[in-house]
């Protein structure tokens, strides 16, 4: 069943959201070559702490970090450890917080120093295929409207869609119903109505859309290594478009 959240839930997400965007925030004066992937989980799991929330992934069906960290061709679930990011490399920080019993997902992948071309064409047109999706957002509007917009976007600039992962609802719990492909068809699917919350969260690689699991039965990688890039905002539906609740905070919602 997905659930309608009340006014005061979804004040509650808000604050969770915006404790999620400070830590990103946070994390990104961090980023630099030389840095492992284990202290940057550190930063967050501190950072998060400190402000009062709880890093949701830690312990999540065993996964260890406090954040997902994914490097280059890890799509998602990249586990914190002793690598060390390099100048080039393209970096995924994936935070969900859970603040006075409600949880907040995000996700954006960063540049660390200078990238080449194809990593950023890859990462300038996976964000803008997230508000893409999200421009289809208001109440009444099937869901598979948001997914089919992410797809043919991608596509129109010769990206791949990673069918395996989806985004999801979300709330008290980290994933909730429905799900949030990212392909899909126009006009099917579950009615998006005022105050229903989702992660939507594009993730597209630059060459095949074909993923694999890696041993550590989390990190799933490209099968072809090509890079992978991952956008991700919390929103709620509102009667004329939507608000992301996993941004910087301000007056005003998108529509």
């Known amino acids: 069943m997905i659930s309608v959240k009340t006014s005061e839930e979804i004040k509650l997400m808000r604050e969770a959201g915006y404790l999620n965007y400070l830590t990103r925030e946070y994390l990104k004066t961090k980023i630099a070559p030389g840095i492992t992937t284990k202290e940057l989980d550190d930063l967050a799991g501190d950072f998060i702490t400190s402000h009062g929330g709880v890093a949701a992934s830690k312990g999540y069906e065993g996964y260890p970090g406090n954040i997902c960290i994914s490097v280059n061709e890890e799509v998602v679930h990249g586990i914190p450890g002793k690598r060390i990011l390099k100048n080039g490399d393209i970096v995924t920080i994936d935070i969900v917080v859970s603040l006075n019993g409600y ?10 120093g200078d990238i080449n071309k194809e990593k950023t ?3 300038h047109h996976t964000e803008k295929a997230l ?7 208001r ?8 997914s089919a917009r992410i797809e043919g976007y991608a596509k129109k600039h010769h990206l791949g869609v990673v069918r395996e992962l989806v985004g999801h609802g979300i709330g008290k719990s980290m994933h909730e119903e429905p799900d949030v492909p990212n392909y899909g068809t126009y006009n099917t699917g579950v009615t998006l109505k005022t105050g ?5 969260e594009p993730m597209l690689t630059a060459g095949k859309r074909y993923v694999r699991l890696l041993n550590d039965d989390w990190t799933i990688v490209t099968q072809d290594k090509s890079p992978a890039a991952h956008f991700e ?3 709620v539906v509102t009667d004329d478009g939507y608000e992301i609740l996993t941004g910087e905070r301000k007056n005003g919602q998108r529509s």
């Open 103 to 112: 949880h907040a997902d995000a996700a954006e992948t960063i540049a660390v």
């Open 121 to 123: 064409y890859l990462l």
């Open 131 to 137: 508000y893409e999706g999200l421009s289809e957002i």
């Open 139 to 146: 109440n009444g509007v099937k869901l598979g409207c948001v």
């Open 196 to 200: 229903m919350t989702i992660a939507v």
């Open 233 to 235: 905002h919390t929103i």
